[in-house]
Every structure is written in C-alpha cells, then in structure tokens.
C-alpha cells in the first residue's frame, strides 16, 4: 500500500521550460489536492479536485493547470516556469472532509 | 486575517518535557481539527484527528478542541529527540478545502 506517490522527487528548470508533476494514490479517495509549500507561507492550495472530472481553483492557481486523469491520478503542469514557482509541491489526497494523507512532494528549482 | 494562525516558534525544549502547541481560528463552522508531524524533507504526516470539541489522547500526544474559543492545542508528553520536527495544524468544515496554520518548528534537547 503505497498511499499517494510523487514523480519526480527533484527538478531543475529553466524560465520559460515546462514541466508535469504526477501524482497517483490507492486509497480509492474521492479528493485530491496540489499544494506548494514556501518557508514562513506554510501550505497553499493550487488546485483541488473533489470527484473524478471536477477541479478547482486554490488559493495560488496563477501560472498551474491541473488535470485529473482518473480516480488515481492527479496531474500539475508549469506552462512556462518562472522562478517564483521555485517551492515544494505537494500532492495530497482524502477520502472526505478530514485528513488528507500527502505524497513526500517534488522540489523544484527554477534558474 | 488569516483562518488559521499558529506561533512559527521555533521552541527548544528539553528532553522529557510536557511541549504545548496551539493554533487559533476565525471560522466557525470548522469541524474537523488535525494536527500533522513534518519532518525535514519529507511530507506532513497525520499525527492527531479530531471531530468538532474536546480531547483526544493517543500515547504521548494530546489534542484539545476549544470551539467556544476557537483554540486548538496538542500537548506532547515526555518529549524525545525524534519529536524534533515542524508541527502544522490544520481544520476543515464540511466542504472538500483544507486550512493549514504556518507550523511551529519543534526541538527537543537531549
């Protein structure tokens, strides 16, 4: 039982490249959630999805896309990264209005 | 005003000493409490959950949900080195969104 996965674990980019962060949980969750994580701003939701085909904007949802691919897999794109998205991304899933489980995040460093 | 607001410390303390954590909330309707252990480069962990007031107790670890007042606490006991990590609060109401406090960075001293 894995819980919720992360790809890749680091990354550097360059301004202007794009990039995928994937995302994948096996615990049949109906919810899933992309956070970025910057020191002295603590969580911030970019992008949530509450079912299979639904998703929604978060607090920080400028310069992302989402999609979600299936029950299991939520998707994060950077179109074109800039180094303000320089942070620890996130992925958490939940079965309902408590506890989200979190993946073991992806840092990213855009130069 | 933020919806959740948490102390960023940091807080030393000594080994084997009681460690109190708080947070304090602007939403009432929150009903869901938690409390996540996060260590250096990794992803927050679920320590403590909590369904809308009073407390819970799970080995070392105690969380308390003041509804009138709008606190939440987590007291750790007999505090250990491998308790050194950042602690995060965190509430829901009955929506999917989740609200995250900044962290208290925790450490025990042998």
């Known amino acids: 039982n894995a819980g919720v996965t992360q790809t890749p674990k680091f990354q550097v980019l360059k301004t202007g490249q794009s990039m995928t962060l994937q995302c994948a949980q096996d615990?049949?969750?109906?919810?899933m959630y992309w956070y970025r994580q910057d020191p002295g701003m603590g969580l911030r939701l970019i992008y949530y999805s509450a079912s299979e085909g639904t998703t929604d904007k978060g607090e920080v949802p400028n310069g992302y896309n989402v999609s979600r691919l299936n029950k299991r897999e939520f998707s994060l794109r950077l179109e074109s990264a800039a180094p303000s998205q320089t942070s620890v991304y996130f992925c958490?899933?939940?079965?309902?209005?408590?506890?989200?489980?979190f993946g073991p995040g992806t840092r990213l460093t855009v130069l | 005003q933020k919806e959740v607001e948490q102390d960023p410390g940091p807080l030393s303390v000594p080994e084997g000493a009681i460690v109190s954590l708080n947070c304090t909330y602007s939403n009432s309707a929150f009903q869901y409490f938690m409390w996540y252990r996060q260590y250096s480069r990794k992803g927050p962990e679920l320590l403590m959950y909590t369904y809308s007031s009073g407390n819970k107790e799970d080995g070392r670890f105690t969380a308390q949900v003041d509804k009138s007042s709008k606190y939440i606490s987590l007291f750790i006991r007999d505090s250990q080195p491998s308790d050194s990590a950042t602690y995060l609060c965190a509430m829901s109401d009955v929506g999917n969104q989740f609200y995250f406090g900044t962290g208290t960075s925790l450490t025990v001293i042998p």
């Open positions: 958490a899933s939940s079965g309902g209005a408590r506890d989200p489980f």
């Open positions: 615990m049949n969750h109906n919810s």
